[in-house]
């Protein structure tokens, strides 16, 4: 894409929007959908739209800076790019174009259990660079992960937890997602019309899941590799499974997909340096809380013993703001880059970056802040609409 077409994506509805324009409609909606009806999903991005911000003037913003400290570095803004599986998928070498454009930014990435690039082939990344894990079945194939990631020099693990069962996504049931790899006419004239997006995986050759080189038995080509690491997550992990996961991995350990009080509480006490308040993006239990509901009491358990990252339905700046207001350090996005990188690429995330951070900046200076961490406890109103149902 041209540079002149790139600088008119002013946020990530843009890049959204050029996405759905780019990807079979089969792929895109596997990004954009969530579990059952969806409602957890919108929730996320409902309750954080509802928070109003509290302007604040008279006061000395002319210096400011968003960095920020988390997960052992200093980041250039409490923003990363989180785990989103086949990103390959959606736009080839696209795990590869989110770690560097994070690293051009100056923030951290992770690199899902689900990816298409081999972990040793990204860029050599920022400190904070992350690996997600799923814990599986077959703790001495997890143990064979964990050196493989520890070796290709991750110094931080995100075990998800919040995968026991996989989501039920309406939209990929509607569409026939399973049989993308033994397509029918319906599937082969929507890939058909997507002539950009069937070049570029032709230029690179059908993907393959980096996780299952060595596991013949996961079968040929990305979808049945990735159906078959699903099946292999142990829906058993537990506090203990944590203990023992604290044992095996050195490095700093987050877990993904908190979203209670006492959750938090027991990542702690099992050794976890970071809770990542999390519902999947509501792709896992439909009827959930949002996220930004859960976050005040997760922080509050937390009480600074262990980093609070964020993550469901920041599309914006302001929404980074919001989250930090109510406790977390660092916000993850899930969707709002996937977009981008769909769209355009390296240089489709790293015109989003930048629009995210200049939003952050924006809304800081407005609400009288001149850094990130300034935000936390400071006022901020719920609107006058009552939330999305609570506990
Ligand atoms: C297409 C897609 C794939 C994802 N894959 C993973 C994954 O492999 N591991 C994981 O922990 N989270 C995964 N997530 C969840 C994200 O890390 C994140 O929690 C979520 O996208 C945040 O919500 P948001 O997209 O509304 O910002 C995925 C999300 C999407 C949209």
Do not use: K, N, Q
């Given at each position: 894409m041209s540079e002149g077409r790139l600088a008119r994506f002013a946020s990530a509805e843009d890049f959204r929007l050029e996405a759905r324009r780019r990807l079979p409609r089969i792929l895109f909606d596997y990004l954009d959908g969530g579990a059952c009806g969806e409602t957890t999903m919108a929730a996320n991005l409902a309750d954080l739209a509802r928070i109003r911000l509290a302007p604040r003037v008279l006061?000395?913003?002319a210096a400011r800076s968003l960095a920020a400290s988390f997960l052992g570095a200093r980041q250039a803004m409490p923003v990363m790019l989180g785990p989103v599986g086949s990103l390959g998928l959606f736009r080839a070498g696209g795990e590869a174009a989110a770690f560097r454009a994070a690293r051009q930014a100056g923030i951290p990435a992770c690199l899902s259990?689900?990816?298409?690039?081999?972990?040793?082939?990204?860029?050599?990344?920022?400190?904070?660079d992350a690996f997600q894990l799923y814990v599986l079945k077959d703790r001495g194939r997890t143990e064979a992960i964990l050196e493989r990631v520890a070796a290709a020099g991750f110094g931080t693990l995100f075990v998800t937890v919040d995968t026991a069962v996989s989501g039920i996504r309406e939209r990929d049931l509607r569409n026939g997602l399973r049989r993308l790899a033994r397509p029918d006419l319906r599937i082969l004239a929507d890939l058909a019309s997507h002539p950009r997006w069937c070049a570029g995986m032709a230029r690179n050759g059908l993907p393959a899941m980096?996780?299952?080189?060595?596991?013949?038995?996961?079968?040929?080509?990305y979808l049945a590799q990735a159906a078959f690491l699903a099946g292999q997550?142990?829906?058993?992990?537990?506090g203990k499974g944590l203990e023992w996961l604290r044992t095996r991995w050195r490095g700093r350990l987050a877990v993904k997909g908190v979203m209670c009080a006492e959750d938090a509480r027991i990542a702690i006490d099992c050794g976890a340096d970071a809770v990542v308040v999390s519902n999947h993006g509501g792709r896992q239990l439909d009827g959930a809380r949002s996220t930004i509901r859960a976050l005040p009491a997760v922080a509050e358990a937390v009480a600074g013993r262990a980093e609070v990252l964020f993550d469901g339905g920041i599309r914006r700046g302001g929404d980074v703001l919001k989250a930090l207001m109510r406790g977390a350090d660092a916000c993850l996005l899930g969707r709002a880059y996937a977009y981008a990188a769909a769209a355009a690429g390296e240089a489709g995330i790293a015109v989003l970056l930048r629009r995210i951070g200049a939003e952050l900046d924006a809304a800081m200076a407005l609400s009288?802040?001149?850094?990130?961490?300034?935000?936390?406890?400071?006022a901020s109103e719920p609107a006058a609409s009552p939330p999305s149902p609570g506990p």
């Open positions: 006061r000395d913003v259990s689900f990816a298409v690039t081999r972990p040793e082939d990204l860029p050599g990344g920022r400190g904070g980096m996780l299952a080189e060595g596991w013949p038995e996961a079968g040929r080509g997550i142990d829906p058993g992990f537990d009288g802040m001149t850094a990130p961490g300034a935000g936390r406890g400071a």
